[in-house]
């Protein structure tokens, strides 16, 4: 599969080399927004979400006449959650679709594939969830990547919650970490936990990894079983996680609390793991659908009168996403991306679903998050912790 | 020790699955000698029969009771295979019989894309998401320490009847006797009157019943399913077929117990980051020695 997918690329960049310099829609009386998301594989109901968030804030900006008076048009792509697709998607709306920004992507890994591509034709980059750190900074050179921003927080910050909420809320001693080593996302979510963990007083009895797709944990859950955890920390998507917590639960019977970062957000989680085997089962969040803030309310309400389900971190920051953008185009008064990426970097207290969030150095928005319980197999809110 | 036990167990209800599939291809290589690389798609469409068999049950009385579910689960997905495996062989592999081998092959790699996108197509526009099976089974036993789950038990228990079926048919029975001729001498076969075709079909049959079987097992087992869930199985289960000796059904059943273990087994010892590399380097080893398989049979070219 990945050979096959793999052999195309070379034909890939030659047509479009060969069709760069033709394709492409006239532009000038709108903006155009593309998306790079998930719609279908491992991450599907993420990047969904994030299109229905986006597609919402695109209609309340056309309702209120559009953006320096011109329309916001959406342009999606579909990623299938595989790296390699998301760098072609990347390059299609870039050189054919002529996007004057990309929305997404919704994982760490996917996001990556793109930073460099989108650095170099100069085009924003605005990613709703990605939250590994490499995302905005490079690794190797520790410089900020020009052009790629994001609206949600980052893994330090998120494993830092999880460890904290495990030893004062929990009161963990010993933690197991059991983690996606395929994925960016759960491994930037590790190193966090452990590092946090440990200072806090605690200590790490177990480290299991497992790969994307995999389908039987069983070997690694009765290694962990035995090293008698209080609390397990689960870097990784809700496909795997599912099946997961459905092992650990009712085939080995372990019982302790499982927390999990917002890869667990997605229906398909508690469709998997079973209601039943769900209780104490805990996630660090963007936002809680509880919430009593009245920005968060009239948001889920007008998200249920038009998909008929709860919104989940994804709609809500996909939707941020693009207000976000919508902001700096504002301010910078026109799509120019040069313009655009001054204004993002100058985004100061402006106030989103998701929490009133400021751009830092280093592109990150510094905002709260939240853990929530499923209780019932319905999340609830639990804490809210300020950076 | 309890945690051997618990490790043993897991090995032994995942080396099942991988020898259910495992079966279907060793009997399609034994009498064809092709490879029929759709079917751990044959497998993946048997899952997704049996879970819409449990959906449409839901509500009726045969929906009530587990036993009663699975059984019309495993029936719908047993027969749905059979159908799919048979006009699978009848219309992309008949005509190729006498082709070179690597034509058949080739059709068989564009037949199981045909199953997985056809698959994604016929679902709608959550056409690759994966669908959560639903649970039957809640008990488990405690045995020293250790536990086992009712859908563990049920894997065992369904796996080993069909294969002790399986091998009845094959060793006992007149359809049997004419697969194992026909396996043997396909022309000598023809001549003593055996009809080739329908035998070739009922091999198709029972390979791809079992191989809907192992879908449905496995849904109840892992929980999701999706398009894509026969590609790796159907991988690890080739290779078992292959250790075991490509064409002996006892080799399968060998061969698929023997991945269970060692891929349990590299993970029990803390390995689970190289848990497939290790367990196919052991594989290789095997074949190093025994290029054949375990128990396969070493065939002399006659010139």
């Given at each position: 599969m990945k050979l096959v997918r793999w052999a195309f690329l070379p034909l890939l960049a030659v047509a479009l080399v060969l069709g760069g310099c033709g394709g492409g829609a006239g532009k000038g009386n709108e903006v155009r927004i593309g998306l790079n998301l998930e719609l279908s594989g491992q991450t599907a109901t993420f990047g969904q979400s994030a299109k229905n968030g986006a597609r919402m804030a695109v209609e309340k900006i056309n309702a209120d006449g559009g953006l320096l008076g011109k329309k916001v048009v959406l342009v999606e792509g579909d990623n299938k959650s595989e790296k390699s697709e998301s760098s072609s998607i990347a390059l299609k709306l870039i050189q054919q679709d002529k996007v004057d920004v990309i929305i997404g992507a919704t994982t760490s890994g996917t996001t990556l594939a793109m930073v460099n591509i989108a650095d170099e034709n100069k085009v924003p980059v605005i990613s709703p969830?990605?939250?590994?750190?490499?995302v905005t900074v490079d690794p190797k050179t520790k410089s900020t990547r020009p052009y790629i921003f994001r609206a949600c927080f980052i893994d330090p910050f998120q494993g830092e919650v999880a460890a904290k909420y495990a030893i004062?809320?929990?009161?963990?001693k010993k933690a197991a970490v059991f983690t996606e080593v395929s994925s960016d996302y759960a491994i930037g979510l590790r190193d966090a936990f452990k590092q946090a963990f440990t200072k806090l007083g605690g200590e790490i009895v177990a480290e299991e990894s497992y790969q994307k797709n995999d389908k039987d944990f069983r070997s690694q859950l009765t290694r962990i079983r035995d090293a008698k955890p209080d609390v397990i920390f689960l870097p990784g998507y809700y496909q795997e996680a599912g099946i997961i917590i459905k092992q650990a639960r009712s085939d080995l019977g372990i019982q302790v609390p499982i927390i999990g970062g917002d890869g667990f957000d997605s229906p398909k989680l508690v469709e998997i793991a079973g209601a039943s085997n769900m209780a104490k089962v805990f996630l660090t969040n963007h936002y809680a659908a509880d919430d009593p803030d009245p920005r968060i309310q009239e948001f889920v309400k007008e998200y249920q009168a038009k998909y008929n389900a709860i919104p989940d971190g994804f709609a809500v920051l996909g939707y941020d996403a693009v207000m976000l953008y919508a902001d700096a185009v504002k301010r910078a008064g026109s799509t120019d991306p040069t313009k655009v990426k001054a204004a993002l970097e100058a985004t100061k207290d402006l106030p989103l679903v998701s929490g009133t969030i400021t751009i830092g150095p280093d592109h990150n928005p510094i905002k709260a998050a939240v853990v929530l319980e499923y209780v019932d197999g319905k999340q609830t809110f639990r804490k809210k912790v300020e950076p | 020790m309890d945690v051997w036990l618990q490790q043993l167990l897991n090995a032994i209800s995942l080396g099942a699955i991988y020898a259910l599939i495992a079966l279907g291809y060793t009997m399609v290589y034994g009498i064809i000698k092709l490879i029929n690389f759709a079917h751990g798609d044959v497998f993946m469409v048997g899952a997704f029969l049996g879970y819409y068999a449990m959906l449409l049950v839901d509500g009726t009385p045969l929906g009530a009771n587990p036993w009663t579910k699975l059984l019309v689960a495993l029936l719908v997905a047993m027969v749905g295979s059979t159908l799919l495996g048979v006009t699978i062989e009848r219309v992309a592999y008949r005509r190729l019989r006498n082709s070179p081998r690597l034509a058949a092959l080739t059709t068989a790699i564009g037949v199981s894309f045909l199953l997985e996108y056809g698959t994604i197509y016929l679902r709608g526009a959550q056409g690759a998401q994966p669908e959560a099976y639903p649970t039957l089974f809640t008990a488990h036993l405690d045995l020293f320490g250790a536990t086992l789950k009712m859908d563990a038990l049920v894997i065992l228990v369904t796996s080993f009847l069909l294969m002790i079926v399986l091998q009845f048919i094959v060793q006992n029975t007149q359809t049997g006797r004419a697969m194992r001729a026909v396996s043997f001498d396909m022309d000598a076969a023809r001549l003593m009157g055996i009809s080739v075709d329908r035998t070739i079909s009922v091999t198709f049959a029972l390979g791809s019943a079992l191989g809907g079987a192992a879908g449905v097992v496995y849904g109840l087992y892992y929980t999701s399913i999706d398009p894509f869930m026969g590609l790796l199985p159907g991988l690890k289960a080739f290779i078992a077929a292959v250790v075991g000796g490509i064409g002996s059904i006892p080799g399968a059943m060998v061969g698929g117990f023997l991945i269970g273990l060692l891929e349990t087994g590299v993970s029990a010892l803390g390995f689970s980051l190289f848990r497939d590399a290790v367990a196919f380097i052991v594989l290789i080893l095997i074949l190093l020695v025994r290029p054949e398989g375990i128990f396969g049979e070493h065939v002399r070219e006659k010139v």
């Open positions: 969830t990605a939250t590994n750190p490499d004062q809320d929990l009161h963990a | -």
